[in-house]
Each structure stands twice: as structure tokens, then as C-alpha cells.
């Protein structure tokens, strides 16, 4: 898993979660640091494992987003975010040309992917950013397969992604900002 999306840590960091029984080898070998004369990787883990100098400081940010997470709680940020979404979602409803992309009748991650009829999701994005102050992101989300069966492979879509500090204010401005982008076509 990544540490730095939905567990809020530092990018480069993340986690592997192996069952009991399961034989892994490493991807690369050297810089043990345990067993630094030894020309392959310790048979203990998680060091059969770890080539080169740990990430050290992304580590302790990932253990801090993960104490956080522990004290604020899953289920207070997953409420704050699912109202988030339904407010986005159900704001996208009015504004014309408007596509959305996946299921929104059902309860999923805090993450719209859409499209405005006529705008490439590249202009659309920098529209956004330039024009707004928004952040988004635009093309296909390291997921081609995904896109080639939503049919979006040539033009990629635009995804914007809520949080535990997205607040409604930056919702209703997001919402005002495609209304404006889209009124001016």
C-alpha cells in the first residue's frame, strides 16, 4: 500500500503485508547495513528485504500521518469525506457537459473522475489551476486499462480527490469554477 494517499504520509513511502508462509525474495540485493560484508540479503525480516539506506525521515512522517489518523479516526475522516463527495457529486448534477465516470450509487473512495464535453482534460485541468487556484489531475492516472474500458484512453479525464482538509468552502468554489469554465464555451 502507499503511504502517501489515503494514510496521509510522505510520497515514497508505503507498506507490504505478507501472510505467514509466504516466500519473498528481494528485488535488489546490497547495502544490508546489518550484514554489510555478506554479498546477499539477510534471511530475517523485513531486512531480506531492504537494499540501500531506509527512507528514514519518510518513515517517521508515515508513523506520525499513521498516529494522527489513530487519534482524529477512520470512520470521523471517511464521514467527512463521503459528505464531501455526495455534495461534489450531486453539484456536478446542474452544470452542462459535465460526464462523470463510475458508479454514484454507492458509497466510494473520495475521488470524481469527469470530463467536460469539448475540453480536453489537459486544458480543463490547467483551466482549473490557472484560472481558480485548483488543483487537479488530468490524463489517464497511471491506469490505461481503466480508461480504455471508460472509453476515455484518448483523452484521459480529470480527477479531483477530497480529504480530511477539503472543506465544504473548497467544494462549493471547485463547483463554481466548472460552472464558470463551462459557461464560457
Known amino acids: 500500500m502507499t503511504g502517501h494517499k489515503g494514510l496521509m504520509g510522505p510520497t515514497g513511502t508505503g507498506a507490504i503485508l505478507v501472510a505467514p508462509g509466504i516466500e519473498m525474495g528481494p528485488l535488489i540485493e546490497g547495502g544490508t547495513g546489518v550484514l554489510s560484508a555478506e554479498r546477499r540479503q539477510p534471511a530475517v ?4 528485504l531492504e537494499a540501500g539506506t531506509l527512507n528514514i525521515c519518510g518513515i517517521a512522517g508515515l ?15 471517511l464521514d467527512h469525506e463521503q459528505a464531501l463527495l455526495v ?8 452544470i452542462p457537459g459535465i460526464e462523470v465516470y463510475g458508479r454514484c450509487d454507492m458509497m466510494r473512495t473520495p475521488v470524481v473522475s469527469l470530463n467536460l464535453d469539448g475540453v480536453e482534460s489537459s486544458v480543463l ?4 489551476a490557472a484560472d481558480h487556484g485548483i488543483a487537479t489531475r488530468a490524463g489517464l492516472h497511471c491506469a490505461p486499462r481503466m480508461h480504455a474500458a471508460l472509453g ?8 479531483f480527490s477530497f480529504n480530511w482538509f477539503t472543506g ?7 463547483l463554481f469554477a466548472l460552472r464558470s469554465i463551462a459557461g464560457a464555451l
Open 45 to 48: 525480516w523485513p531486512e531480506h
Open 63 to 77: 508513523g506520525a500521518a499513521l498516529d494522527w489518523l489513530g487519534e482524529v479516526g477512520i470512520e470521523t475522516i
Open 87 to 94: 455534495r461534489f457529486l450531486e453539484g456536478l448534477g446542474d
Open 125 to 128: 485541468a490547467e483551466r482549473l
Open 152 to 159: 476515455t484512453l484518448g483523452t484521459g479525464a480529470v480527477r
Open 168 to 174: 465544504e468552502e473548497d467544494i462549493s468554489f471547485a
